[in-house]
């Protein structure tokens, strides 16, 4: 005879169930049955194999008395398979009853291993995904919790920094109004030009006069330390331009041949030339070394307000009072190119090359700053302060924040990428009318009308 599958013995089971008779005996004799009981709702079954050593015939009423307490089984000849229709307990019940009256292990508990293993992994997985949802709670909480205090880090940092921002270091020792200002490179020095004629050497970090440089004859309108930040220029309306030793505060040199105020004067970055821009429209080159006149770069149609070398020292900038700025060629002395949007009126009073050289600002007395792609010569952004003029303009050392010297007597902090106001610096009493960046970006110094320089730290603006 062929073996029956499990599918077929459900049958087979199902066939039994509906023809049991009426009584149950078994070969020793009837068993006796208590009193009928009403019988209640089945528990949700499972259906199980088993071999069972006893062999029962279940009358309706032992067959509605044991499904009610949770088992109910087919008959068959001992030792055959038979199914079992049964909640786990009342397999559990049946296998009891079957080894006490027969003292023969039943296969009932081996049949519902798979159906409790199941039960067993869906509690180790109920409670798995318990314990994984409480990790990813604890773990979202954590992150929360640190997004939380870094904003609130950055927002006392902040708070720190406008603090900071808001309370300058202020430089007194100018009789007259301060015109220009810059920082040695290794940020230990500041210089200061003045309507007084003299040249102050202040320690950055304390804010202490140094040492006072007097030589020129009317006011000094620009200063520039030399990339080693031993030499020292100065350009004055007095039609020269001077060098300073900065150590002892020794004149060094005097370059003559301005005919007209100077206004602008700028090293190379590998300092052995020398920029000056005057009254006379021209842009004079300087051997340093020499202190000889190495050409004259002419084109301008009004006096040249500012000068700066790019960083790699092959192009110089020049902003003039005709509202344009000039890329000249440094070793031909070659004009490369015009930067002028018609549509912006006012003369150029400063120009600066980003760190990395890409980028020109161009700060205008018609309240405007003009930033350039140094390449091509294309307008990239125009930054209106909605102030007065712009008289000075510098980059940060990381090339991210713009600062300028306002008319309105403020400094202001602008976003290169996309020209947004970062910060305005409140302090001075009237025009500033130069700012220049420590080496570290963190300090920024600014020269007024006022007489006075202000320190300001910068540091965590813009970040």
Not at 86 to 107: N, R
Not at 154 to 162: I, L, N, P, T, Y
Not at 432 to 441: E, L, R, Y
Request: glycine residues 10%.
């Amino acid at each position: 005879m062929k073996q029956r599958t499990i599918a077929g013995w459900v049958l087979a089971a199902a066939a039994a169930l509906a023809a049991l008779p009426a009584t149950a005996q078994r070969d020793d004799g009837p068993i006796l049955m208590p009193k009928k009981q009403p019988v209640k709702p089945a528990a949700a079954t499972l259906l199980v194999l088993c071999d069972l050593a006893c062999n029962w015939k279940l009358d309706g009423e032992a067959k509605g008395r044991i499904e009610a307490g949770g088992s109910a089984k087919a008959t068959a000849m001992p030792g055959q398979h038979q199914v079992i229709a049964a909640t786990e307990d009342g397999a559990d019940q049946l296998t009891q009853m079957c080894e006490a009256k027969t003292g023969a292990q039943t296969a009932v508990n081996i049949a519902l291993q798979p159906v409790r293993d199941a039960r067993l992994k869906a509690e180790q997985e109920a409670r798995d995904k318990a314990a994984q949802d409480a990790r990813d709670k604890a773990a979202q909480e954590a992150h929360d919790k640190a997004v939380r205090e870094q904003k609130e880090k950055e927002q006392r940092e902040r708070a720190e920094a406008e603090e900071r921002a808001r309370t300058p270091r202020t430089l007194k020792g100018h009789l007259e109004r301060v015109l220009s200002v810059a920082v040695s490179p290794d940020g230990r020095t500041l210089a200061s030009g003045s309507e007084d004629k003299t040249i102050l050497l202040w320690d950055a970090a304390s804010g202490q006069a140094l040492r006072t440089l007097k030589g020129h004859g009317r006011s000094v309108e620009s200063v520039a330390f030399s990339p080693d930040g031993r030499t020292l220029a100065s350009g004055s309306f007095d039609q020269t331009v001077k060098l300073w030793d900065v150590a002892s505060g020794q004149l060094l040199r005097t370059l003559d041949g301005h005919d007209n105020w100077v206004f602008a004067v700028a090293f190379s970055p590998d300092g052995r030339t020398l920029a000056s821009g005057n009254k006379n429209k021209n842009v004079e080159l300087w051997d340093v070394a020499s202190g000889r006149l190495l050409r004259t770069l002419q084109g301008h149609g009004h006096w040249v307000e500012s000068v700066a070398f790019s960083p790699d020292g092959r192009t110089l900038a020049s902003g003039s009072g005709d509202n344009t700025t000039k890329l000249w060629d440094v070793a031909s002395g070659q004009l490369l190119r015009t930067l002028e949007d018609e549509s912006l009126l006012g003369s150029v009073q400063s120009v600066a090359f980003s760190p990395d050289g890409r980028t020109l600002a161009a700060g205008s007395f018609g309240d405007h700053i003009e930033l350039w792609d140094a390449a091509s010569g294309k307008l990239l952004r125009t930054i209106r302060p909605n102030s007065a003029a712009i008289n000075s303009v510098a980059f940060s050392p990381d090339g991210r924040t713009l600062a300028s010297g306002n008319d309105d007597h403020t400094t202001k902090l602008w976003d290169v990428a996309n020209g947004q106001l970062l910060r305005t610096l409140e302090g001075h009493g009237d025009y500033v009318k130069s700012v220049a960046f420590s080496p570290d970006g963190r300090t920024l110094a600014s020269g007024s009308w006022d007489h006075t320089v202000m320190l300001w730290d910068v540091s965590g603006i813009g970040k």
